[in-house]
Structure formats: C-alpha cells, structure tokens
C-alpha cells in the first residue's frame, strides 16, 4: 500500500507564500514522477506543477515565476513553493505520484492521489 500525504495548506494573504510538501509512504520501489494539481470549486483539475526523477520540471502558465516544484528523493518527498499568491490560487491541492510498488507478491506501476490540502488566498 502506498500513501500520499499532503501539508503546509492554509490561509495566507495575497502576495503571501506557502510550501505544500507531500511525503509517499509505503512499498514503494521507484517514483518516476511526482506533481501538484489544483481544483478550485466549479472548474477542472489543473497541473500545477510537475517534477520527474531526472529533474525536469513542468509548470502551468497561470504560476510560471511564481512557482518552484523540488524533492527529496530520500524523504520521498515532494516540495511546491507559492510566492506572490494571488485569490485565483485558492484551491484545494493534490499530490500525485507517478511510482512502482515494491513487488510481494507483484510490483506495478500506477499514479497514487493524495487527499488534497486546502490553499485558500484571501485578505
């Protein structure tokens, strides 16, 4: 079994930062991929950001500047830094990794879902 849990949410004000980390815990072997996505109420889950084992990193247009995905591989542990946030931030924010299972009897790979971590922007 495998677990994504996601921290550092809250309430900030605009022009405000926050650093969401989201740990993967279980029998895991390798992660490929680790990324953050954001639903705000009434509109579609979006890629926030995006950071495979090798390094490369992807970002939306609406946090390029403003947005630095990072990790620790060790930790299996995933980082997004927000600065100058803005209300139309306000989201909840998913963990997502890309990973193989360590086998017992199978390993498989799959994309695991953490519970999401409230951001919510507001003066």
């Known amino acids: 079994q495998v677990q994504l849990v996601e921290s550092g949410g809250g309430l900030v004000q605009p022009g405000g930062s926050l650093r969401l980390s989201c740990a993967a815990s279980?029998?895991?072997?390798?992660?490929?991929?680790m990324g953050w996505y954001r639903q705000a109420p009434g509109k579609q889950r979006e890629l926030v950001a995006s950071?495979?084992?090798?390094?490369?990193?992807n970002y939306a247009d609406s946090v390029k500047g403003r947005a630095t995905i990072s990790r620790d591989n060790a930790k299996n542990t995933v980082y997004l830094q927000m600065n100058s946030l803005k209300p139309e931030d306000t989201a909840v924010y998913y963990c997502?990794?890309?990973?193989?299972?360590?086998?017992?009897?199978?390993?498989?790979?799959?994309?695991?879902w953490g519970q999401g971590t409230q951001v919510t922007v507001s003066s």
């Open positions: 279980g029998r895991i072997f390798s992660i490929y991929g």
């Open positions: 997502n990794a890309d990973l193989r299972t360590v086998g017992s009897p199978l390993s498989r790979r799959g994309e695991y």
């Open positions: 950071i495979t084992s090798g390094g490369s990193t």
